[in-house]
């Protein structure tokens, strides 16, 4: 370790690992760090350019215009800055999912992402998520979840968490992109997504969020020897 205490959680997209992260690292005062915003930032730019999702060539050729900026607020959240703007809202639209798991399968785009994570954590007490944080980003990390659900428990959380956005979508829409990212994440040759052979298990299809967020605290206090800050 180098100071800095650091929590890697991976897994599925809708699993509740990012609404968990922040919840654990309230408790315990660390620092949140979504690295799934990061490659949804790199899927805006492409997306806005018009340039087609599948084009290689195109997605790295972009790369090199893109100053991507990670700050936090004075509450605390996570804003994702594209070339000095904003982006933090622009990118959860389920479009953007689907252009983030398109570029993120690229090996250039996960490289050029890579140093910024490892930076948040040379800097800081971080509990990170992401799909690779365990095996690639921080194979150091002093704990390793990884953390899932079925897709039908997923898509159903995803529901509702776009309805109290304001975005309208449907049942059936939102599981067919979920299996479409289970597929892409999981199947890529660059960092897929899959559980470090040290990782915990945490499968929260029966679990609602407060069992759930209990669980990664007692994994937090029980492997990392930390208290919750009062
Ligand atoms: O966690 P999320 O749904 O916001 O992530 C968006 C996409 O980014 C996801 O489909 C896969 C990709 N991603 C990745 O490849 N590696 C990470 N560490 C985080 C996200």
């Known amino acids: 370790m180098n100071g800095h205490y650091a929590i890697a959680i991976d897994g599925p997209s809708g699993a509740g690992k990012s609404s968990l992260a922040r919840r654990v690292a309230a408790?315990?005062?660390?620092l949140y760090v979504d690295t799934g915003a990061i490659y949804r930032t790199v899927g805006l730019a492409a997306y806005r350019r018009g340039i087609d999702r599948r084009d290689a060539a195109a997605i790295e050729a972009l790369l090199p215009e893109l100053d991507i900026q990670m700050a936090y607020n004075?509450?605390?959240e996570q804003r994702m800055l594209l070339n000095g703007e904003d982006v933090s809202e622009a990118i959860r639209l389920p479009e953007i999912s689907i252009c983030a798991s398109d570029v993120s399968a690229l090996p250039e785009v996960r490289a050029f992402l890579l140093e910024m994570q490892r930076k948040m954590a040379r800097e800081h007490d971080v509990i990170m998520d992401g799909r690779d944080i365990g095996t690639v980003v921080l194979p150091q990390a002093e704990l390793k979840i990884f953390l899932t659900a079925s897709a039908e428990a997923r898509a159903e959380r995803r529901m509702k968490e776009l309805a109290a956005k304001g975005v309208k979508t449907d049942f059936e829409a939102v599981l067919r992109d979920i299996r479409y990212r289970d597929e892409q994440d999981s199947a890529r040759a660059a960092a897929p997504l899959r559980q470090a052979e040290d990782a915990v298990l945490v499968d929260t299809t029966a679990l609602d969020f407060?069992?759930?967020?209990?669980?990664?605290?007692?994994?937090?206090?029980?492997?990392l020897g930390v208290e919750e800050k009062a």
Do not use: I
């Open 27 to 30: 408790r315990f005062g660390f």
């Open 74 to 76: 004075a509450q605390g």
């Open 210 to 223: 407060a069992q759930s967020e209990e669980r990664l605290c007692a994994l937090v206090r029980e492997k």
